[in-house]
């Protein structure tokens, strides 16, 4: 497994935690899903051979948060 820290911009609160997690653990191949709110940090472990952080962005940004870094 890989992990991956995106800082992610737009989340206030735990509902916005929720959708945030609710959009990134079903996708193929992701483990698990950490989130600091405080921060933004998105911390995601995840099967190389399954998934993409680009598939990680495109979920976010679905879900109408942006993706600042990672």
């Known amino acids: 497994m890989e992990k991956i ?3 992610v911009k737009g989340m206030t ?4 935690v929720r959708s945030v997690k609710n959009v990134l653990e079903p996708l193929p191949g992701v483990g698990s ?3 600091t709110l405080e921060n933004g940090q998105v ?3 995840y ?3 399954k998934a ?4 990680f962005r495109n979920a976010i940004s679905d879900a109408g948060y942006e993706v600042v870094a990672g």
């Open 52 to 55: 993409s952080v680009e598939q």
């Open 5 to 7: 820290t995106l800082t």
């Open 13 to 16: 609160c735990m509902g916005c």
């Open 33 to 35: 899903v950490d989130i």
């Open 43 to 45: 911390a995601i472990s």
């Open 47 to 49: 099967d190389t051979s």
